[in-house]
Nanobody, 130 residues
Framework: QRQLAESGGGLAQAGDSLRLSCAASIQTFSRTIMGWFRQAPGKERDERSFVAAISWNGENTAYSDSVKGRFTISRDNAKNLVHLQMNNLKPEDTAMYYC????????????????????WGQGTQVTVSS
């Protein structure tokens, strides 16, 4: 069984909104930092870019500068779900979006490197046309 499964990607036009969801089957989900990353077309795995992260209790969030003010990360620990609300989409948001779990301690800088995340989903494609 896949531990993280993303959904909600698709085609959008510039200015549209999409909501991504990640269903987690991690036992310690309610005590796990969750993050969203994206990999642009043609980029290598090592170049997954940080998008957003949320602490285990939802009290702390972090965003990349490129999405701050447009994207919102949230979680529902009762349902083992993490969401990424994406508003005012731009063509440069086109990428494969991955949900990931980080079992470390929250720090707004430490949650940004993709290598600090131990579990990954298969990704969901978001394509934004101009």
């Amino acid at each position: 069984q896949r531990q993280l499964a993303e959904s909600g990607g698709g085609l959008a036009q510039a200015g549209d909104s999409l909501r991504l969801s990640c269903a987690a089957s991690i036992q310690t989900f309610s005590r796990t930092i969750m993050g969203w990353f994206r990999q642009a077309p043609g980029k290598e795995r090592d170049e997954r870019s940080f998008v957003a992260a949320i602490s285990w209790n939802g009290e702390n969030t972090a965003y990349s500068d490129s999405v701050k003010g447009r994207f919102t990360i949230s979680r529902d620990n009762a349902k083992n779900l993490v969401h990424l609300q994406m508003n005012n989409l731009k063509p440069e948001d086109t990428a494969m979006y991955y949900c990931a779990a980080n079992k470390g301690t929250w720090h707004s800088i430490a949650v940004r490197p993709w290598k600090t995340y131990s579990h990954w989903g298969q990704g969901t494609q978001v394509t934004v046309s101009s």
